[in-house]
């Protein structure tokens, strides 16, 4: 607390650098230069600092309280000495961020063997890029005998709203999303262009349209779902998958009146009379 002499003077100055936050055994630290001290004594509008100067000499050093009130220092918190003597339950590999991680790789080498194993069903297949873009067969095929795999590197643990996305995982359910790059010039595709059918195929609403349907094929630990031919596929037919509509929300009507009354007709000879 202020006191004063009775000629208004303040006699006690150092609570003006208790009043701003600091007091004696704390540590301090001027912002200019990192120099650090432990608050010592405060006293005759000075500010007695114990610091270790740079050849390690223990010293005391004093400061004026406005520079304490005016901002210069600030009170840190000394960080204690820790040692940790078993590093096992702190390994990434002990982490469950790594074990995703694991489990992603070992998801993305199953697509990249059972990709190879279809691989040459791309070698029959071409894309229209524009006006619309689609996936059509070169060759005819039996049913089920054209797979596409769900080939990625977009591997996330919540399923997208928005997007094309295929459910895959044992114990633990993990989502597949396409990644594809198309870049185009007026000869073509760019190099730069990466692209998997899979993630291409049209949809319709139309089951007349349909030929292609995604189901599950076991391959490793996975249940992998692939895309497969459900009817014949002729030369030039475009591949074409089965998408639901979905539901257009319907908007709740809002009461203006709650009359109970009913309005009644009756028929009187040839003229109509309503009663409320």
Not at 40 to 62: A, F, I, P, Q, W
């Amino acid at each position: 607390m202020r006191s004063f002499d009775k000629d208004g003077k303040l006699v006690n100055e150092e609570c003006l650098v208790h009043e701003v936050g600091f007091d004696v055994g704390q540590l301090v630290q001027r912002k200019s230069d990192k120099v650090k001290g432990t608050i010592k004594e405060l006293k005759d509008g000075k500010v007695y600092l114990e610091l270790v100067d740079d050849e390690g000499n223990l010293k005391v050093v004093s400061a004026t309280y406005r520079s304490f009130f005016s901002g210069e220092w600030k009170a840190i918190k000394e960080k204690k000495s820790l040692s940790v003597e078993d590093l096992t339950p702190y390994l990434l590999d002990s982490s469950a961020y790594w074990k995703t991680q694991v489990n992603k790789a070992k998801i993305i080498m199953e697509l990249h063997e059972l990709h190879a194993k279809h691989a040459s069903v791309i070698g029959d297949l071409t894309m229209n890029v524009r006006p619309t873009r689609g996936i059509f067969s070169k060759c005819s095929y039996p049913k089920n005998k054209l797979v596409l795999v769900p080939l990625t590197d977009k591997i996330v643990e919540k399923q997208p709203q928005t997007g094309m996305s295929v459910e895959i995982g044992k114990e633990k359910k993990f989502y597949l999303q396409g990644h594809n790059l198309i870049k185009v010039n007026d000869d073509g595709l760019e190099a730069e262009t990466f692209i998997h059918p899979f993630w291409l195929v049209r949809t319709s609403h139309e089951h007349e349209e349909v030929n292609m349907e995604i189901v599950s094929k076991r391959h490793g630990d996975f249940n992998i779902p692939v895309m497969t031919n459900i009817t014949e596929v002729s030369e030039g037919d475009e591949l074409v998958r089965y998408l639901a509509k979905r539901a257009s929300p319907i908007e709740d009507l809002e009461v203006v009146d709650d009359s109970s009354k009913r309005r009644r007709i009756r028929k009187k000879g040839a003229e109509a009379q309503e009663d409320y």
